[in-house]
């Protein structure tokens, strides 16, 4: 296999080439149906919670067969991930803006006292 570094566009190309590939099938492009594919994001999370619990993080860093099985399913969250751009027709450069956006307010938190705050209010 050769070694390739993806772009969003190109992910999101993949994708839409998938869901063409599938349509018949699958026959639900609409945006309405992006949520569907968040909750099938979430279960693939799931299952790579799962190999962590039942392997551990060495297993994943040191074991060829573990890794490549958690890569299969941070693939499968990616590729949930680029259908939902695709359905909400969310550009790469949409993604990528916000994305660089919350970075940059991310690198301004003080997350410990952010979590400080947020965890001794007495909101429960």
Same mark, same amino acid.
């Given at each position: ?7 969003? #566009? ?8 998938? $869901?063409?590939?599938? !349509?018949?099938?699958? @026959?639900?492009? &609409? ?21 962590? @619990? !039942? !392997? ?15 890569? &299969? ?9 680029? &259908? ?5 027709? %969310?550009?790469? &450069?949409? %993604?990528?803006?916000? $994305?660089?956006?919350?970075?940059? %307010? ?5 997350? #410990? ?12």
């Amino acid at each position: 296999m050769s070694e390739k570094n993806l772009t969003i #566009e190109e992910m999101k190309n993949m994708q839409f080439e998938l $869901y063409e590939e599938n !349509k018949e099938k699958w @026959k639900d492009n &609409e945006p309405q149906y992006a949520k569907n594919h968040i909750l099938f994001m979430v279960e693939e999370i799931g299952e790579c919670i799962s190999i962590i @619990k !039942k !392997k551990g993080i060495d297993a994943i860093m040191e074991n060829e067969n573990v890794r490549n099985r958690f890569l &299969e399913e941070l693939s499968d969250v990616q590729m949930y991930y680029m &259908e939902i751009l695709n359905r909400l027709n %969310i550009t790469s &450069e949409e %993604i990528s803006n916000a $994305y660089i956006e919350k970075h940059n %307010i991310n690198m301004k938190r003080n997350y #410990e006292k952010d979590n400080k705050e947020k965890y001794n209010k007495k909101t429960f």
